[in-house]
C-alpha cells in the first residue's frame, strides 16, 4: 500500500513524487471546494501504518467498537 498526493491537472490526477506502476488501482479521496486536507510526512506515514493495520486484520468493527463503548 502507498499513499500518494497528486492534482487533478486537464482532468487528470498528477501524482507527485514516485510514479504508481501501470495498471495500478487506485482509491481517490477528494476534498470540496471549500475544504482542506493537508497532512504533514509524519501524518502520511501514520495513516499509512494504520491502513496496514486494517489490511491485516488489527482492526475493531464499528459494531464492535459501538459495544464497548456502550459498556463503558
Known sequence: MKLVT?????????????RLKEGSTVTVLAQEDDERFELTAEQEAELARRIQSVESGQFVDGDELLTELSRE
Open 6 to 18: 497528486g492534482k487533478v491537472v486537464a482532468g487528470r490526477i498528477e501524482i507527485e513524487g514516485e
